[in-house]
């Protein structure tokens, strides 16, 4: 196997000083070199195949180049892409990411927020905000760069990457209104997730101003079982009869499908339902589902962006980036029944 290839190669086959190397590979430093020069440095590096030692540049910076990214569940379908988002971003940069999953436990990310800080990550991706995050608040009073990436955590003056979550869900209800529905449901996720909040907000305010009766049930987990379960709840017991139901997240609008087909009811034709994300597969389901469109990626590569220029300049500043959302009609979603069946 040949040796690697190391910047005094490259310099040499370029004609520069290895310093000069250094800073043309070095995003934080490539201005300072003539582009010319930065542009012959780089095509010798990629025919050496020179890939910069991100150790020795943490030696040299008081980095370790690395990324803490604390999410709450893998197996939740939105979360694989805001990470890959995260990657796209930081690897370009010689940043890795350090990615654990904590099952929803409080007690499982202290654990696993200590291991990254022993670790010495330069700064945490948090995708576990919830009110009263103690981790988020402790990292901050420590003085730990970080963002939060999906929901924020109220109170803790971190920088926050977010889906427009209430505009998402205005127009699911307009949506419906303009089919004819004028009595929905909308299960919500946990009331202490902030896109829990907006959302169910977003829906009281949006049925208000549509003149709709809307009734807004609580799911205590964003997941399919307790989708079906609230579902089973509002049919067989609440007197709240809907002919749609508005989702806090796609799992649970799995939930309500199950729970629906259970009831021997139809979708659309006898409940419309839609859900909240456009995870992988949502248009697969049978039916199709409508579903509020999410840029999940788009939510990881800015929050590593961010992140990155707090580590740069030293600073922490409270920010709330919103990202545009976008209704995806399928065919989860049709008129008002005249009569429903189970009136």
């Not at 940069?93 to 436990?105: C, E, K, L």
């Not at 927020?113 to 402790?138: K, M, N, P, Y």
């Amino acid at each position: 196997m040949s040796p690697r290839a190391t910047i005094a190669d490259v310099a040499r086959l370029a004609g520069v000083h290895p310093g000069t190397v250094s800073r043309a590979l070095n995003r934080k430093t490539e201005g300072q070199v003539n582009a010319e020069t930065a542009s012959r440095v780089r095509a010798v590096a990629k025919q050496l195949g020179y890939v910069p030692n991100s150790i020795a540049r943490g030696l040299r910076t008081s980095s370790s180049m690395t990324i803490g990214v604390i999410i709450p569940d893998l197996t939740n379908p939105i979360f694989p892409p805001i990470v890959r988002g995260i990657d796209s971003h930081l690897a370009p940069r010689g940043y890795s990411a350090f990615v654990v999953n904590t099952d929803g436990s409080d007690a499982t990310e202290r654990l696993l927020f200590e291991s990254l800080v022993q670790r010495q990550v330069d700064g945490f991706i948090f995708a576990t905000g919830h009110s009263g995050h103690s981790i988020a608040g402790e990292a901050y009073e420590r003085g730990i760069r970080a963002v939060m990436v999906n929901r924020d955590s109220r109170g803790v003056p971190y920088p926050a990457v977010v889906g427009d979550d209430a505009q998402g869900i205005r127009e699911s209800v307009e949506h419906l209104g303009r089919l004819g529905h004028r009595r929905i449901a909308h299960i919500a996720g946990p009331p202490t997730f902030s896109t829990s909040q907006v959302r169910a907000e977003a829906f009281v305010a949006a049925c208000a101003d549509l003149g709709i009766r809307g009734e807004v049930f609580r799911a205590p987990a964003y997941s399919v079982e307790a989708g079906q379960s609230v579902m089973d709840s509002v049919l067989d017991g609440s007197g709240f009869r809907p002919t749609a139901v508005v989702a806090g997240n796609d799992l649970l609008a799995l939930g309500v499908y199950h729970s629906l087909r259970l009831h021997g009811l139809s979708i659309p034709e006898d409940v419309s339902v839609v859900g909240f994300n456009d995870m992988p597969f949502a248009g697969d389901f049978q039916p199709p589902m409508t579903t509020v469109r999410t840029p999940h990626f788009d939510l990881g590569v800015e929050s590593a962006r961010l992140l990155l220029n707090q580590i740069e300049s030293s600073a922490l500043t409270a920010l709330r980036v919103m990202l545009p959302v976008e209704l995806i009609v399928r065919a989860s979603t049709g008129p008002a029944p005249e009569n429903p069946s189970f009136d």
